[in-house]
């Protein structure tokens, strides 16, 4: 059974950078067709997207927030990480990894169950 688990601070503040881990069981994070992927919903938003990386590395980033994402992956640990940087109060969401089956995005088969990411100082 293929799971993911969110980790990270619960609260950042204003400038810094936002670091979460997505901890994989149940499958490799290199099997393929496997594309590592984090969203986001802020309140009173719908799902954002927010970047990927895939089974042979290759990562993906939403245009608006491009220039302060990073993705990467740890296949020791069987992982994959989101780094958000210079955030401000709008970041503030519940953050979801999720694996997508496709590559044309939105075959969501399993997700986390979310972690709560509040910017505030």
């Known amino acids: 059974q293929v799971q993911l688990q969110e980790s990270g601070p619960g609260l950042v503040k204003p400038s810094q950078t936002l670091s979460l881990t997505c901890s994989v069981s149940?499958?490799?994070?290199?099997?393929?067709?496997?594309?590592w992927t984090w969203l986001r919903q802020s309140p009173g938003k719908g799902l954002e997207w927010l970047a990927v990386?895939?089974?042979?590395?290759?990562?993906y980033y939403s245009p608006s927030l491009r220039s302060r994402t990073s993705v990467s992956r740890d296949t020791s640990k069987n992982h994959f990480t989101l780094q958000l940087s210079s955030v401000t109060p709008e970041d503030t969401a519940v953050y979801y990894c999720?694996?997508?089956?496709?590559?044309?995005?939105?075959?969501?088969?399993?997700w986390g169950q979310g972690t709560l990411v509040t910017v505030s100082s």
């Open positions: 999720a694996r997508d089956r496709s590559h044309r995005g939105g075959f969501y088969d399993v």
């Open positions: 149940g499958v490799s994070i290199t099997a393929s067709a496997s594309y």
């Open positions: 990386i895939d089974y042979i590395d290759v990562t």
